[in-house]
C-alpha cells in the first residue's frame, strides 16, 4: 500500500523530502502535493516535481482537496507547526513533523492530545535516532555494559552557522520567528538524543551568553547542568560559533565507560564495579583495575531521512512503532524550555517548569526583540 503525502513548505527541507518522495525513492511513500506560498518555491515545485503533483498555494487550498492525500509532512517555522499538526489531525491526516512540535511544551501537548483523540500516527523527524552509534550505545545503556550511569558529558560544536545563514530568512534566529536560538533549533536534535539515551533530568541548571558571536538577542552557545536521582550529573554544551567541530558525548558507569568522539566508539569494560575496587584496592589509584577496550569506528550516517519517512509510511500502513513518537516531542521540549527559564532567572529550575511564566517571559522577550528592530 502506498500512502499519499503532501509536503507543507517549500523551503530548504521541504525540497529535499519533496525530491526524495517524487523521486520514488521513499517505499511506501508518494508525494501527491506540495504547499508552495511564495512565487519561487511554486515555480520551484512546477519545475522539479512531476507533473501529477498538485501545487497548493496555501493551506485552505491543499485542504480543499482531502482526496489527494493521507498524511503530510509539516517543513514550516517552529511556530506554525502546532496549528498545522492539529488542522491535519482534525482532518483526518497522519502528521510527520520536522523539529520542533512548536516554541514550548505547551505546544507539543496541544498537539499530542489531538493526537491521542484520533487514530492517526503523530510523528517527528528526529533522524539522528536512526544513526547506528546511537543505537549502539542504545543498546549497551540496556545491556548494562557499564553498570549504572554517574555522569554524562556532551560537547557539540558541529552546527557552526554564519551570518548568512542566520538571515537567510526572517524568522530564524530570533524569540519571534523560533522560540530561540541554538538550543531550540540545532540543538534540538541532541536534546532528543540526550532524552531519548538518559530521560528527562530532574533539574536543569543552564549558562547561556545569547549573542556571543551574533548581534541578536537569542542563544548560540548553551552551556547546561543537569541533575538526576541518585546525584547523576550531566554536563551538555553547544555552541554554533566555532570554526572547529566537536562532537563528544562521553558516559561514565560504574562498571565503564562509553566515549562517541566523532564517528569513532570507545567502550571501556571494567572486571569489577569501581566502587568495590575502590574500598577493596591496596593502591593508590586505578593501575589494578583491570580493563577491556572495544573501539568501533561507524561509517557517515546514510539515508537517515528516508528511513524515517519509511517509518512513517509502515506505522500508518502495517502498524509498525513510530522511530520518534510525537508525544516525545513534550519532554524535550520541557528541557528546552527549562533551561532558557534557568538562564533568565540566573538559577536552577526543576522540572516540570511553570509553563505559564515561560511563556510570559517568552511573550516579553518577543515584544523586546520587536522594539529593537523598530
Not at 238 to 247: K, V
Request: hydrophobic share 40%.
Amino acid at each position: 500500500m502506498e500512502l499519499n503525502c503532501a509536503v507543507i513548505g517549500i523551503g530548504a527541507m521541504g525540497k529535499k523530502y519533496a525530491v526524495m518522495l517524487s523521486g520514488g525513492k521513499i517505499k511506501g511513500l508518494r508525494l501527491s502535493a506540495v504547499c508552495a506560498r511564495s512565487d519561487a518555491s511554486a515555480e520551484w515545485a512546477a519545475a522539479n516535481l512531476g507533473k501529477d503533483v498538485v501545487i497548493c498555494r496555501d493551506e485552505d487550498e491543499l485542504y480543499g482537496n482531502p482526496g489527494i492525500f493521507d498524511a503530510v509532512i509539516i517543513v514550516t517555522p517552529h511556530k506554525l507547526h502546532p496549528d498545522m499538526a492539529i488542522r491535519a489531525l482534525k482532518a483526518g491526516k497522519h502528521v510527520m513533523c520536522d523539529k520542533p512540535a512548536g516554541a514550548t511544551a505547551a505546544d507539543a501537548r496541544r498537539i499530542n492530545d489531538v493526537a491521542a483523540k484520533s487514530d492517526k500516527i503523530f510523528a517527528m523527524m528526529c533522524h539522528q535516532r536512526t544513526y547506528p552509534q546511537y543505537k549502539k550505545i542504545k543498546q549497551l545503556l540496556s545491556e548494562g555494559a557499564i553498570g549504572g550511569i554517574r555522569r554524562i558529558n556532551l560537547e557539540n560544536s558541529g552546527f557552526f552557522r554564519t551570518v548568512s545563514y542566520h538571515k537567510s530568512s526572517p524568522w530564524r534566529s530570533s524569540w519571534t520567528g523560533e522560540g530561540g536560538g541554538a538550543l531550540i533549533n540545532q540543538g534540538y536534535h541532541l536534546i532528543d538524543m540526550w532524552r531519548w539515551l538518559f530521560g528527562k533530568p530532574e533539574a536543569i541548571y543552564a549558562d547561556i551568553p545569547y549573542g556571543k558571536y551574533n548581534d541578536f538577542d537569542v542563544d548560540d552557545e548553551d552551556t547546561l547542568i543537569m541533575d538526576y536521582p541518585g546525584k547523576v550529573t550531566g554536563t551538555f554544551i553547544i555552541s554554533t560559533g566555532e570554526g572547529c567541530p566537536t562532537e563528544r558525548l562521553e558516559i561514565c558507569g560504574t562498571r565503564g565507560k562509553i566515549l562517541l568522539d566523532g564517528n569513532i566508539l570507545t567502550v571501556t569494560r571494567f572486571e569489577s564495579d569501581i566502587k568495590e575496587y575502590a574500598e577493596r584496592a591496596k593502591v593508590t589509584s586505578s593501575q589494578e583495575l583491570g580493563t577491556a577496550v572495544e573501539r568501533i569506528e561507524f561509517e557517515e550516517p546514510a539515508n537517515a531521512y528516508g528511513i524515517m519517512l519509511e517509518n512513517f509510511a509502515e506505522a500508518v500502513t502495517r502498524g509498525e512503532r513510530v522511530i520518534a513518537p510525537g508525544e516525545e516531542s513534550e519532554d524535550a521540549l520541557e528541557m528546552i524550555n527549562a533551561a532558557y527559564l534557568s538562564a533568565w532567572r540566573g538559577e536552577k529550575v526543576t522540572l516540570p517548569i511553570n509553563m505559564r511564566e515561560y511563556i510570559a517571559i517568552l511573550k516579553q522577550k518577543e515584544a523586546d526583540e520587536a522594539n529593537k528592530k523598530r
